[in-house]
């Protein structure tokens, strides 16, 4: 099976922009997690999506949102961007949540 | 909040055997202990877990005490390409894949 793909791989933008990134989970995996890495916060828990729905959000602004498509495949959005938001993101899959996760290779964003 | 506690950095020798411990000393019973460990900016990587019984698979084994309150990652045969940081995560089933990750335990094989 393919592995967890995330899109684009690198992205810059500047303060204020938006950014939109994609998740194409494990096939027949319908639950999908997204963290954030920063070298000052570590790796923390950003949502998870399962059969189209929010089902779990960790302590981050409202900027930060996200959706999942009926193929599973998800994205995150996030709006007004800041120089703090510079940070690698991940996405994770598994088959329905709360099992072991299967991380993609991230999405290296910069934020000008 | 991070419900593990490792140790900031460990060297190993190349060949020899690497033993990470972990603390998970407030481990419920339906808690499972997972390992993940990341290359430098590539995503974490599962390795193993385990609810009570020790585990083994081809990358490691994974050793967990009789009160569950801390657990072993062991490398039976550390190379250069095990160097990593490993993360220790407990986690409840079913919690929508809420996993803390800690700061994990920065490992260097040394040749």
């Known amino acids: 099976k393919a592995g967890v793909t995330q899109t684009p791989r690198y992205l810059i933008k500047t303060r204020g922009q938006q950014v939109t990134l994609s998740c194409s989970p494990i096939?027949?995996?319908?639950?999908v997690s997204w963290y954030q890495q920063t070298p000052g916060q570590g790796l923390q828990f950003l949502f998870e999506?399962?059969?189209?729905?929010?089902?779990n959000k960790g302590n981050f602004p409202g900027r930060f949102s996200g959706r999942q498509f009926s193929n599973s495949r998800s994205e995150m959005n996030v709006s007004t961007l800041e120089l703090g938001d510079s940070a690698l993101y991940l996405c994770?899959?598994?088959?329905?949540?709360?099992?072991?996760?299967?991380f993609g290779p991230g999405t290296r964003l910069l934020v000008l | 909040d991070a419900k593990t506690t490792q140790p900031t950095s460990m060297d190993c020798a190349e060949g020899r055997a690497a033993n990470l411990p972990c603390n998970h000393s407030?481990?419920?019973?339906?808690?499972?202990v997972y390992w993940y460990r990341q290359i430098h900016s590539q995503g974490p990587q599962y390795i193993i877990h385990g609810l009570k019984n020790n585990e083994t698979n081809e990358m490691a084994s994974l050793i967990i005490t009789e009160d569950r309150k801390s657990s072993t990652l062991i490398l039976p045969h550390a190379t250069l390409r095990d160097t990593a940081v490993y993360y220790c995560i407990v986690s409840y089933p079913n919690t929508g894949n809420q996993f803390y990750f800690g700061t994990g335990t920065s490992l260097t094989v040394i040749p």
């Open positions: 096939s027949g995996h319908r639950s």
């Open positions: 999506y399962f059969s189209e729905t929010q089902r």
């Open positions: 994770a899959s598994s088959q329905a949540g709360g099992e072991t996760q299967y």
């Open positions: 407030t481990i419920s019973g339906n808690e499972y």
